[in-house]
């Protein structure tokens, strides 16, 4: 997407010093503005009716103000030089004056609402909306300047360790305080809040930094990032409520990673993915303790496991092999055609419509929790004197699953199978000419992204305690596929993001409960119109989605260049 | 035996002719853009809740025959307007993406379409509320007591979709055949880049192709109301299925392909719920068993029954 330039690059060049002093002034505006009451009532968001100190969400707005002040104060010479640079200060102050508009919008807009109009927002709040404005307008004025070269400044070891470290603890923090906020408005601010931090420091060039660091130190990075997941559950002191929804998180992004590798790396579009992982979840059920099983062979969960695998992989090669040497556009048909499938046997296999093996609609309930090597899934441990309960110890073992997936995902992406899957995406006559075996690779990827998907409904069954048809229709599925499209197809981090996002936000997000859909629908149309590549975008992947752009190739070929010359390996095996 | 037999024939050209009418639409679509028009069992929904609101809004309270082309037209008018809306804002930006790209945004439209009708249909004053089935009127001729012809029951409605179908088909061998342009259509849909040479504009070619396609969906839509005497905002999604496997079944591009494919598909669905023997044979699996024909002419037929225009296209 193009955003249209209100000025040129030309008049910045001149209206900078005039662009420099409105983005101070108006960030120290908004400063000033949080010691001041914003709110008329303290029943709105927190309690923003005090004169003298801000409160939590105004700290915030005053964070973002500062920045905006300062960065704008640092980037003060820019336009005399060159527009070399080593950190984005403006393109910082640009950013941080954006996220203060947009903070202030949603925060005096959620005042609005939850008190009944904006007459119950003070003067306070509408200096502060005012200096952001400044801020907005100013930072507008100023030039932008080349690319920052930070990432280019290679700090010693013990400091990238560090700023890994730190880094790590503000994601744990983040995320124990994110799930804390019981009320809708203070989770959306945290949310906007998050956001505009992260831009902000995109810009500045301080994620290039790290991402450079994190590159050179990947093992460590890696470590710490599961270090980060496993200390997790402690934060929580043996609550269950959030636990519940991490585990979601997990099992949901275990399975859109699998579907990533079908959809992600291999471009194929797979809108039945989530009846492998039902079909996984009821072999676990039928072979599991419960009493509503209907077969007499009960076997240890390692062994459930495979076969659980080995059943959605069975599956998946059974609806690949005819579709697969077709066009793409079949396969997204059969697969959807095999959900529903799927979805009609599995209630259909009662015992009235045909053997009973599944209990029709009813399902299987009462499955067992785990027990793994001794260790009882359904029991609460205490270590270190904190609890950690039933969530707990699902959220480990899905962790573990999902290390498993990721490795995968990694290694395959960077070996000579994923060079054939980019091949085939981009042009698969080509590729075939080229001697790659175009529909062994295809039937490749649709039976391991199957295959995963089964180990990930084993575990799923056991989790949720019950399975029903019900759970897994075509809508999980648009789910799980948007989850990858809005994260970023083909990104590890990306998927990530975009499923945490998708499960998250309905169970914070009380209030939109029933547009949840109708949002959903919109979000897939707008994404594929302006950022078909997701939030988090796979360079290559950008440049498929955008071949007829020749500046965002350029800068792309400028990038590679950069990260040769300086010898970094980009993060989370992104091509 | 020979009952039972013409009784799953009837039954089959009704459901096909109702197939053979959405199916028209995936396949207009498809031979001109290449594009598998996902939302369209939503606009055949579209044009079902249209046809009600047309007669809540224009019927008067009245169930007289006369009502039915007005309840048509408004259905038409509805999906049509619907889907330009979605080919102007969703797919023609799309155009020259890559082909997950909008194969994603059409089930974003799918889902979008479902929600709106679900939320917003009932809170229109005078509207049924769309949470669950809408009651469809029954107007006088095509519902009421149904024809007993030798034993064989034929429904009323099942007569109108029938002839529905019939009168479009000739509608449409006119307007592809004999109308400039129909033949614009043709020629875009050989070569689009010729076709632009010649002076034909491909976008209002790609417009006509959605309309026409909705038109039909819609009488599909009006056919379906009468039929089952309710329709919801979940009828378009297996509806659409069934369709876009009867449009692959006749060879996807091809208008004839759709129309024979719907009535194949109908018969072989309504056959097998008669004759397949044991559990398997009964009506819980006859759409197990539509799909299970669309995966098989994949295999064995991937062109179609008369052939498709393009195939292998990746």
Known sequence: MRIPQLVSPEQQQRLHPIGTVLTVVGGLVLLASTFLPWAYSSAALDDMTILGYPSTLQLYAAGFGLGAAVFAFLGRRLARGDGRQVVGWT?????????????????????????????????????????????????????????????????????????????????????????????????????????????????????????????????VLIFAAFLTAFAFPFTQNGSDENMSIATQVLIFAVTALGLNIVVGLAGLLDLGYIAFLGAGAFTAAILSNSVFSTVDWHPPFIVVVLISGAVSGTLGLIIGTPTLRVSGDYLAIVTLAFGEIFRFGMINL????????????????????????????????????????????????????????????????????GRGWVAIREDEKAAEAMGVNVFGLKLFAFASGAFLAGVAGSIKAHHDVSVTPDQ????????LLAAVVLGGMGTVLGVLVGATLLKLMPEKLRFVEEYRLLIFGLLLVVMMRFRPEGLVASKRRQLEFHDDDDELAEKIQSDIDEREATGVVPVGGQA | MTQSFFQALADGLTLGSLYALIAVGYTV??????????????????????????????????LAWWVLPIMLAGGIVAAVLVALATERLAYRPLRNAPRLAPLITAIGISVFLQEAVRLFYGRIPGFPDAKSNVQFPNIQGV??????I?????????VFTVVALVICTIFLYGFVNRTRLGRAMQATSQDPDTARLMGIDIDKIIMIAFALGAALAAVAGMAQ????????????????????????????????????????????????????????????????????????????RPQGLLGARVVDRA
Do not use: C
């Not at chain 1, 793994?372 to 609460?380: H, R, S």
């Not at chain 2, 008669?274 to 819980?284: K, L």
């Open chain 2, 150 to 158: 030798g034993g064989v029951t034929i429904q009323r409605a099942a």
């Open chain 1, 472 to 479: 897994y229709i075509f809508l999980e599925s648009a789910f």
């Open chain 2, 225 to 300: 109301g009468l039929l089952n005497h309710n329709i919801n905002f979940r009828m378009g999604f297996i509806a659409g299925l069934k369709a876009f496997s009867a449009a692959v079944l006749g060879g996807i591009g091809n208008i004839y392909g759709a129309v024979l494919g719907g009535l194949v598909l109908g018969v072989a669905e309504s056959m097998a719920v008669t004759y397949v023997p044991g559990v398997f044979g009964g009506s819980a699996w006859k759409d197990v068993w539509a799909f299970i024909i669309l995966i098989l002419v994949l295999v064995f």
């Open chain 1, 350 to 417: 009662d015992g009235t419509d045909g053997p009973d093996l599944t209990n029709g609609s009813n399902g299987i309930p009462g499955v067992p929790d785990l027990n793994l090597f001794g260790l009882d899934f359904k029991d609460t441990h205490t270590v270190l004197g904190i609890q950690l309960g039933r969530f707990a110890n699902y959220y480990f073992l899905l962790l573990v699953l999902i290390a498993v997936v990721i490795l995968i995902f990694v290694r395959l992406n960077n070996s000579r199978i």
């Open chain 1, 91 to 219: 393109r910082g102050a640009k950013t941080a004056s954006v996220a203060a508009a947009v903070y202030l919008v949603v925060i005096l807009g959620s005042i609005g609402l939850e008190l009944g109009g904006l007459v119950n927002v003070v003067y306070g709040g509408w200096v502060a909306l005012v200096g952001a404005l400044v801020a907005l307008v100013g930072s507008r004025l100023l030039v932008s300047g080349r690319p920052p070269r930070l990432a280019r400044r290679v700090p010693p070891a013990w400091l990238g360790i560090l700023s890994i470290a730190a880094a790590m603890a503000v994601v744990l923090y983040a995320a124990y305080y994110g799930l804390d906020q019981e009320d809708a408005g203070g989770f959306v601010s945290f949310v906007v809040v998050a956001i505009g931090a992260v831009a902000v420091l995109f810009r500045l060039g301080v994620m290039r930094w790290l991402s450079a660091v994190s590159g050179r130190h990947r093992k």
């Open chain 2, 143 to 148: 519902t009421g007591s149904p024809f007993v």
């Open chain 2, 29 to 62: 679509v498809y031979g001109i853009v290449q594009l598998i028009n996902f939302a369209h069992g939503e606009i055949f929904m579209v044009g079902a809740f249209g046809a009600v609101a047309t007669f809540v809004v224009l019927g008067g309270g009245t």
